[in-house]
């Protein structure tokens, strides 16, 4: 990627607006290791598992891949 161009990291921008939106702006920490901590757990128990992306039809990952095992256990 180009430095410099929001283009080539589009994706991570967009990660990270979030993270800052959704979690780091709403909470005060006293130690760097409790902002370590609480940043896993956003990305870990919600962000990769529960939160709706666009890009699959508004569905958490858990949902898309539930639907998508259901469709081929069909075919």
């Known amino acids: 990627s180009r430095r ?3 283009h080539d990291n589009a994706v991570a921008e967009s990660f990270f607006n979030l993270l800052k939106r ?3 702006r709403r909470r005060t920490y006293r ?4 902002a370590r ?3 896993f757990d956003y990305i870990e128990m919600f962000y990769n ?5 666009a890009r699959n039809g ?4 858990l949902e898309f891949e539930r639907q998508q095992k259901l469709r081929h256990e069909g075919v």
């Open 37 to 39: 901590r609480d940043v």
């Open 4 to 6: 410099g161009n929001c």
């Open 31 to 34: 130690t760097r290791e409790e």
């Open 49 to 53: 598992p529960k939160r709706k992306h």
């Open 22 to 24: 959704e979690r780091i």
């Open 58 to 61: 508004m569905l958490s990952p």
